[in-house]
């Protein structure tokens, strides 16, 4: 068929040029007497050129939204540096990130307290301390700064089509690695761990979000699957044809997240909101498309996309460049997480009940106004502690003293090097030493001779987790009764 067409179009060719031939001779003659006007103007008219731009609400809004989420993107990777490349073997302190933001830290500490009247305690990334609040007023500042002069001088260009399609990318892989490490954090349950001193404090003394990471650690199969569906969000966005599926997932995830942050009182919502605004971000160019599927029954029309570059090969390279650099980072997270998961449990890990207390060799009743007597003693893996053990101490008022420090298991000695501060987890140095040893099964007996200025001596008995409602947690089909205790 191809060359019978080709040959055709020949044919009409010679045909078409021996008529022209033909007339040349009379049209020769009229020429000298008549002016041939053009039938219409060749060239393109403003319309054809034009109609494809951007107006220009359009063109600001995308250069304000380049450069203020190109610059918390950068700190977004910034931020989370040394825990990615904690997972390769590398480790790189928070200071050394701190450091590189030296240069801003006094202008920041300035607008904090001359412009919002708040005062910067610590230099927190990803929280919501009042440097970070101040450092995103910054960011708008110097993006909004930043979109004056580039409207002003790229005010004859009239769209960014290509240069949307780099940002995206950039967004992309923003969104990818965010969604991979709180993912992985859950998948691999380290983020909200089973802590055992939850199972002896008072349900009235939890602040929301101990609650909130308490009941969720409650049950492990649940926090495993919240994590999977938030790596599905960041798997699905590597590939370019699945982006639209990984947006819709991730926005669903992290508006899950930004809600339990903000009435929790949990201090990621600037951090959550803002990868919740990126997740809309990939979402935006397909909104159309998903209305009409979603709300209609005609058929969506195919998306209009600027390719990353002008050649096929080019494009499949990048393609294949983006599933390397996404499954590069999983697996970062995933070996960073891995090892955290197989910590050592320490050598006494459990809770024990305290039988007697005496001081300075004198025994001491369980009276519930005494601040010295100890009720109940916790061993427990660390979280978010930097030593390998930590101790938790239950006070007869059922206050709690918490230390992180180290077991010696051959010589029977328990060094505390630093107290934890509740719900901060800020740590202060202390040296306090306490041996143990074993009278019998389940049976512990501890020693000290410098426990708040008092030598101490204490037996306790071991108990059995499961015997705490809490952790029975057993699936059955079959439940002829509620268990609302």
């Known amino acids: ?37 053009p039938e219409g103007d060749t060239r393109p008219s ?114 960014y089509r290509r240069l949307h399609t780099w940002f995206l990318l950039f967004v992309r892989f923003v969104l990818v690695a965010a969604m991979f490490y709180f993912g992985m954090a859950k998948a691999i349950p380290t983020q909200m761990p089973f802590i055992l001193n939850r199972l002896v404090e008072p349900y009235g003394n939890f602040s929301p979000e101990g609650a909130l990471w308490s009941q969720v650690s409650a049950s492990q199969p649940y926090e495993i699957m919240l994590g999977v569906a938030e790596l599905l969000g960041g798997l699905l966005l590597l590939v370019p044809y699945t982006t639209t599926a990984g947006a819709l997932l991730c926005s669903v995830d992290l508006t899950q997240v930004f809600v339990l942050n903000m009435t929790y ?63 590069l980072l999983l697996g970062t997270v995933a070996r960073q997480n891995w090892s955290q998961w197989t910590t050592p449990t320490p050598a006494l890990y459990g809770i024990y009940q305290v039988d007697g207390f005496s001081s300075e060799g004198y025994r001491r009743d369980p009276l519930l106004t005494d601040e010295l007597r100890w009720r109940r003693v916790v061993f427990d893996k660390p979280f978010h502690v930097t030593d390998p053990l930590v101790l938790t101490i239950q006070h007869m008022d059922d206050s709690f003293e918490e230390y992180g420090g180290t077991i010696d298991p051959r010589r029977h000695i328990i060094d505390m090097s630093h107290r934890i501060e509740l719900g901060t987890y800020r740590e202060t140095p202390v040296h306090v030493r306490l041996t143990y040893w074993w009278p019998g099964t389940n049976r512990l007996v501890i020693d000290a001779n410098d426990y708040s200025g008092h030598r101490i001596h204490a037996w306790l008995t071991k108990l059995d987790p499961k015997t705490f409602p809490l952790t029975d947690n057993t699936f059955s089909w079959i439940q002829e009764h509620p268990n609302n205790r």
């Open 1 to 37: 068929m191809t060359l019978l067409n080709e040959s055709d179009s020949g044919e009409s060719e010679d045909i078409a040029a021996h008529d022209t031939d033909c007339d040349a001779s009379g049209t020769d003659e009229q020429q000298s007497n008549t002016t041939v006007e």
């Open 46 to 159: 403003d319309d054809s050129v034009r109609s494809d731009a951007w107006n220009l609400l359009t063109r600001i809004a995308f250069r304000f939204a380049f450069c203020y989420f190109g610059l918390f993107g950068a700190a977004a990777i910034l931020g989370l540096l040394p825990i990615l490349l904690a997972g390769t073997g590398i480790h790189l302190s928070w200071a050394s990130v701190l450091n590189l933001l030296g240069i801003l830290t006094p202008l920041i500490e300035w607008i904090a307290t001359h412009v919002l009247g708040i005062r910067v305690v610590s230099m927190q990334l990803g929280s919501d301390s009042a440097f970070q609040w101040t450092a995103l007023l910054l960011m708008a500042t110097l993006a909004a700064t930043a979109t004056l002069i580039w409207s002003i001088l790229d005010r004859h260009r009239l769209e």
């Open 265 to 327: 009182g949990i201090r990621l919502k600037t951090v959550s909101s803002h990868l919740l605004i990126l997740s809309l971000l990939l979402l935006a160019p397909r909104l159309r498309r998903l209305a009409i599927v979603l709300f209609s029954d005609r058929p969506a029309p195919a998306a209009e996309t600027t390719p990353l570059f002008r050649t096929r090969r080019g494009n499949r390279i990048s393609t294949l460049a983006q599933v390397l650099v996404g499954l």
